[in-house]
């Protein structure tokens, strides 16, 4: 099965600097690439998603991109906040009507320091 | 409002007493899955649904099962828990294979 490999697994920045999280995954078939936010307490909320035919996605603060040839997608968040700190996940999924296995990597702490 | 309903939020039971996690969603999704979450671990994905009687494994589903008799309800069921079942866990729907899942609040499970 699909296996996520997600990089750091806690990061800390300085407020207003720039954070990257980096995700791995090992199924060539995967095409679908969401990212979660989880507060302390919270559920995982969806932040952003790329889909495999797209190389880069934007929204904000929060950047996607993709690299299908080398299996590895990353999290760009740029002018930090101290909201933003929370853990976040990385996930691939097949996403074919197989039905939505939905593979989580281990999460990254990100603390951002006013 | 769009939702995804877990109850109970918290639960601590015994080893072996069969348990019920109710889980509920008013989108009209068509997929819902069961996950657990621990430490280190990350996010397990239990059990997924693609449909109403339509149900497959997902990377951890030993000692749990599910139901999907509605679109709307996917309860997950600890026949016999063991203490290495404590856990907290989500239920989530989405739309398709190709969307993200909207997660329910979770329920924190122990078993002593």
């Known amino acids: 099965g699909e296996n996520v490999e997600q990089h750091p697994s806690t990061l800390s920045v300085q407020e207003g600097d720039s954070a990257v999280i980096k995700c791995t995954y090992s199924d060539s078939a995967s095409n679908y690439f969401p990212w979660y936010k989880q507060e302390l307490g919270k559920r995982p909320q969806l932040i952003i998603d790329?889909?495999?035919?797209?190389g880069e996605k934007k929204d904000q603060r929060i950047a996607v991109t993709l690299n299908k040839t080398a299996k590895h997608f990353s999290l760009h968040i740029t002018e930090t906040q101290p909201e933003d700190s929370a853990v976040y996940f990385c996930?691939?999924?097949?996403?074919?009507?197989?039905?939505?296995?939905?593979?989580f990597g281990g999460g990254t702490r990100l603390m951002v320091k006013p | 409002e769009a939702q995804v309903t877990q109850n109970p939020r918290y639960l601590i039971t015994v080893t072996g007493k069969k348990l019920t996690v109710t889980c509920s969603q008013n989108?009209?999704?068509?997929?819902m899955s069961w996950y657990r979450q621990d430490p280190g671990l990350g996010l397990r994905q239990i059990y997924y649904?693609?449909?109403?009687?339509?149900?497959d494994k997902g990377d951890v589903p030993e000692g749990y099962k599910v139901s999907r008799k509605e679109k709307r309800n996917f309860p997950l069921i600890l026949e016999s828990p063991s203490p290495n079942q404590t856990s907290l866990y989500f239920c989530a729907s989405s739309w398709d294979a190709s969307y993200g899942y909207t997660f329910g609040s979770g329920t924190r499970l122990t078993v002593v």
């Open positions: 996930a691939a999924s097949i996403g074919n009507n197989a039905g939505n296995m939905l593979t």
């Open positions: 790329i889909r495999s035919n797209v």
């Open positions: 649904s693609m449909n109403v009687e339509v149900t």
């Open positions: 989108m009209n999704h068509e997929y």
